[in-house]
C-alpha cells in the first residue's frame, strides 16, 4: 500500500456554453493540476464538456440533514413570493 | 450480477429510526452520504457497490487481452475505448462507494486479499476474437439486464453512477453483436469461431445473475432496501427471451438441448447452469482467478513508486507555493 492516498477532489462541468457548472462526481488526484487531467479522461470521453473545475472535497462545506427543517421550511409559508399568488383580471392581458 | 451473492448484513439500531427510513424508501426518496442511515444498509451497499466496481477493473482484463491483436486499426479503437470506459465506470462506483465512509485504497486491499469479491465472469478466459464478440453481447448484455432497474436504486450516489453506466453501456452491447454479426457471416470457420464463443460463454453469463434467490432472506432485505430490485430468476429469464431472438438471427445454435418456448409464461424455459461450477470458481476455483488477481496486485504494486513520486511533487509544490507566499 502506498505510504499516503492521493486527496479526493469533486469535479464540476460546463456541459455547453451558456450553462452553469454542474457536479458530476469526484475522484483521485495528487495536486489540482493532474485532477483536471484525470477528469477530462473520467467525465468527459464523450464530449460532455466545454470547461472543467476541480475542487478539493475537504473545502466543501456542506449544509447538514438534521439542520434542513430550520433552513428550508421558512419559505413553505411564503406564498406570496409566486406570480401565481397574485390574480390579475382576464382583460389587462398578459402580465 | 456485477455484485454476486450479496448477503445483507444485520441492522441493531433503534427500531424507530429503522421504521422511519424504511418508510423513506417506501416514498421513494433517495438516501443520500450525510443522512442516517443503518449500519447494516451501509454495510451491505460497501459490499454491493465495491464488488461492482471490483468487476469493472477486473473486466478490463480478458478483453485488454485483445487489444494488442485486434484485426484492424477501427476494432482496436472500439476495443480500447470501451476498456477505457469500464475504467470509468469502475471510479464512478469507487467514488459512489467512499460516501459510505471506505476509501479507494482500502477497497483495492480488500481485493487484493482476497476479502472481497469480483464477478465470476471475469474468471474465464477469453481465447479467440470471437470471445470479444461474446463478451459484449452476452456479458455486457446481462450487465445491462441488472443495472438499468439499479437506476431506481435507493441510494443517491450509486443510482446516480449507474445512470451514467448505463448511457455508455450500450455501445459496449452493440459493438459485441456487430463482431459476432461479422464472424457468423463470414468463413465456416469464422462462424465455427464464433459458435465456439457462445457455447463457452453461455452458461458463465447465466450464472452472472447468482443462483435462485427467491425464498433468501438477504434478497428480501434487500428487495425492501431498494439496493436489488429484482429476483436473479426474473432477470435471467428476462436475459434468455432477449438473447435466444438474437442468436437465431446470427444463425448460431444456444447450447441448450432443453431450449422450449412456454406459451404460458410468454417465455423460454432452459436449463440451469452448473451451479457447482459457480461455487468453485467464485470460491477461486476457476480458471483464471489466479491470473486475474495476480494481474491486478502486481499492476498496484509496480505502480506504487508512480503514485508515490506524485504525491511528493505535489507536496513539494504546495510548500514552494506556501514559502513564496510568505515572502
Known sequence: ?????????????????????????????????????????????????????????????????????????????????????????DEVGHM | MYAQMITSEKSSDDPELLAAFQARIDRGERIEPKEWMPEGYRKTLIRQIGQHAHSEIVGQLPEGNWITRAPTLERKQILLAKVQDEAGHGLYLYSACETLGISRDELFDRLHSGAMKYSSIFNYPTLTWADMGAVGWLVDGAAIMNQVPLQRTSYGPYARAMVRICKEESFHQRQGYTIMMKMAQGTPEQKAMAQDALNRFWYPSLMMFGPSDKDSVHSAQNMAWKIKINTNDELRQRFVNETVPQARYLGLEVPDENLTWNEDKQGWDFSEPDWSEFFAVLKGDGPCNEERLGARRKAWD????????????????????KAHAAE
Request: hydrophobic share 35%; charged share 25%.
Open chain 1, 1 to 89: 500500500m502506498s505510504k499516503k492516498e492521493w486527496p479526493l477532489w469533486e469535479v464540476f462541468i460546463r456541459g455547453q456554453h451558456g450553462l452553469n457548472h454542474r457536479h458530476v462526481g469526484s475522484l483521485h488526484a495528487p495536486d489540482a493540476e493532474m485532477a483536471i487531467n484525470h477528469a477530462r479522461d473520467v467525465y468527459t470521453r464523450r464530449k460532455e464538456g466545454v470547461s472543467i473545475w476541480v475542487v478539493p472535497s475537504a473545502q466543501i462545506t456542506a449544509s447538514s440533514p438534521s439542520e434542513k427543517g430550520a433552513l428550508f421550511d421558512p419559505a413553505e409559508s411564503k406564498v406570496y413570493r409566486h406570480p401565481t399568488f397574485y390574480d390579475i383580471p
Open chain 2, 302 to 321: 509496480d505502480g506504487e513508486w508512480f503514485r508515490d513520486g506524485l504525491t511528493a511533487y505535489a507536496e513539494k509544490q504546495a510548500a514552494r507555493r
